[in-house]
C-alpha cells in the first residue's frame, strides 16, 4: 500500500493511507497515515452498533482529512 | 543446542485467515515447517506461534509474550518462517527476530528479499533470501537450518554472500592480497559480467510529504484501495493475491458500498465483516454525507482499486504510477488510500 501512495505522492498528490498496520506503511515511505481498526476492517468496527459505527468512520475521514491539511516532514501517524 | 522456531497461525496448523487473530501459543517440539528444520539436523526444542493480524494490531502485547517465552526456554537461537513474501507474516518474523537478537539470543528469518520484514530485521537479525511463495520451502530450509546451527553454536559468520544471508549493513574490514587497482578493474569486469554479488542494495526511494491541502472544503479527493474491493461478482476478475492489474469503477451516483453489491475478493485476510458492511474498507459512506454537508468539496467520480497481497514491489510501483497519472490529469488534490 506504501508503494501505491508513495507513486501518487510523486506526482504532488498528497495521500492519507488508513491502515492497521502504521509501523509498516510508515517503513514502506507512507507519509501521512491514520491508524484503522483492524486489518480486515480498517475503516469500520463491527463491535459497534451500525449508528455509532457509522459516527465513528465518519470521524476516522474526519481526521483523515485534517492530516491532509497537516504540514509534515516526516512519516507521521494519527490515531482517530 | 536449545532452538525455538516461530510460526504464523497458517503454518502452526491453526488456520488460514479466519485464524489471523490467534494470540501467542507455545507447543511443545517441532511443527510444519519445523519438522522440515528437524530433517537438516536441527531439532528444535519449541514453537512459538502467532496470528499475523494479531502481531500487526498488537504488536507491543504479543513481542512481551513471545520475548518472555523465548527467555523461559532459554534460546540458543531463534529460527523465524520461513515467511516468504508473505507482508504480514514477514513483518511479525523481522521484528521478533530483531527484539531477540538485541536481547542477545541470535536469530534468523528466510523471506523474499523485498519482503517488509528484511527492514524490520534492521541488521540485528539475520535474513535468509528465499523465493516469493511457499514452493520455495524446501530450498529455504537447508540454507536457514545450516545458519541457525552456526548462530547457536556460536561459531564464526562470515560475509553474507559466502553464507547465504541478506547484507545487514555492517562493515567489516578485511586485508586483501590483491592491490587497489586490480580490485577495482576485477570489480568492474564483475558488475559489467552482472556477477558482482557484494554490492550494497539502494534503499528504496523516499518521497518527502507534498504539501497539505489548504482546505478539505475546496479539493477533489480520489479513494484508492488495496483492500481487493470490486462489485458483487467480480467482473473483471481481479486477483485474490498477486494481482496483474488495477481496476477503476464509477462512483458517481453511488453513496455507499452496499453489502450484496460489492465485495472483497483479497486472498489475504477474513472478508466476512468487510463483505457485510463494504465500507468498513473504503469509507465511501462517511466520505459521500462530509461531501453532501460541505465540509469536503467533490469526490472523484472513480475508485481505483487493486488486491494488495503479495505483490512484488516493481508490479505495485506500476500500477502506483498509472493510477497517480490517471489522479493527476483529473486534477485530483488528494487521496485517500485504505489499504488491509
Known amino acids: 500500500m506504501a508503494t501505491l501512495t508513495t507513486a501518487i505522492e510523486r506526482v504532488g498528490i498528497p495521500a492519507v493511507v488508513v491502515t492497521a498496520l502504521p509501523t509498516i506503511a510508515a517503513m514502506a515511505g507512507a507519509n501521512r497515515i491514520v491508524h484503522g481498526v483492524a486489518v480486515a476492517h480498517p475503516t469500520g468496527d463491527p463491535e459497534r452498533s451500525p449508528a455509532d459505527e457509522l459516527i465513528f468512520r465518519r470521524r476516522l475521514v474526519e481526521r483523515a482529512l485534517e492530516l491532509l491539511a497537516t504540514p509534515v516532514s516526516a512519516p507521521t501517524v494519527w490515531e482517530v | ?340
Request: a negative charge; aromatic letters at 6%.
Open chain 2, 1 to 340: 543446542m536449545r532452538v525455538v522456531h516461530y510460526l504464523n497461525q497458517f503454518f502452526a496448523g491453526r488456520g488460514a485467515e479466519g485464524a489471523a487473530s490467534l494470540a501467542p501459543e507455545r507447543m511443545a517440539g517441532a511443527v510444519g515447517p519445523g519438522r522440515g528444520l528437524g530433517l537438516e539436523g536441527l531439532e528444535v526444542a519449541v514453537t512459538l506461534v502467532c496470528g499475523d493480524d494479531f502481531f500487526g494490531e498488537h504488536e507491543t502485547e504479543a513481542l512481551r509474550q513471545l520475548l518472555a517465552w523465548l527467555d523461559e526456554e532459554a534460546a540458543d537461537v531463534l529460527v523465524c518462517g520461513p515467511s516468504f513474501g508473505s507482508g504480514r507474516y514477514g513483518y511479525a518474523c523481522g521484528t521478533l527476530a530483531r527484539e531477540a537478537a538485541q536481547r542477545g539470543i541470535p536469530a534468523v528469518c528466510g523471506m523474499h528479499p523485498e519482503n517488509p520484514g528484511v527492514p524490520a530485521a534492521a541488521g540485528a537479525a539475520y535474513v535468509v533470501p528465499t523465493g516469493e511463495r511457499v514452493t520455495g520451502m524446501r530450498d529455504a530450509l537447508p540454507r536457514m537450518a545450516g545458519l541457525a546451527r552456526k548462530l547457536g553454536e556460536g561459531a564464526p559468520i562470515g560475509a553474507p554472500d559466502a553464507e547465504g544471508y541478506l547484507p545487514r549493513g555492517l562493515r567489516h574490514n578485511v586485508l586483501d592480497e590483491r592491490p587497489a587497482a586490480v580490485r577495482a578493474v576485477d570489480l568492474l569486469l564483475a558488475k559489467l559480467a552482472g556477477t558482482v554479488t557484494s554490492e550494497a542494495a539502494a534503499r528504496p526511494e523516499r518521497v518527502p510529504p507534498p504539501p497539505p491541502i489548504t482546505d478539505p472544503a475546496g479539493v477533489t479527493l480520489a479513494l484508492v484501495t488495496e483492500s481487493g474491493l470490486v462489485p458483487i461478482g467480480n467482473p473483471d476478475r481481479l486477483e485474490s493475491n498477486r494481482a496483474r492489474a488495477w481496476l477503476a469503477y464509477p462512483l458517481r451516483g453511488v453513496t455507499a458500498f452496499a453489502p450484496g453489491a460489492y465485495e472483497s475478493v483479497h486472498g489475504g485476510f477474513d472478508v466476512r465483516a468487510a463483505n457485510a458492511d463494504p465500507n468498513r474498507l473504503v469509507p465511501l459512506d462517511a466520505v459521500r454525507t462530509l461531501e453532501s454537508e460541505g465540509r469536503l468539496g467533490e469526490l472523484h467520480e472513480t475508485l481505483y482499486t487493486t488486491t494488495g497481497n503479495s505483490t512484488p514491489v516493481a508490479t505495485a510501483a506500476k500500477f502506483g504510477v498509472e493510477i497517480a497519472q490517471r489522479l493527476h490529469e483529473a486534477a485530483v488534490q488528494a487521496v485517500i488510500l485504505s489499504g488491509t
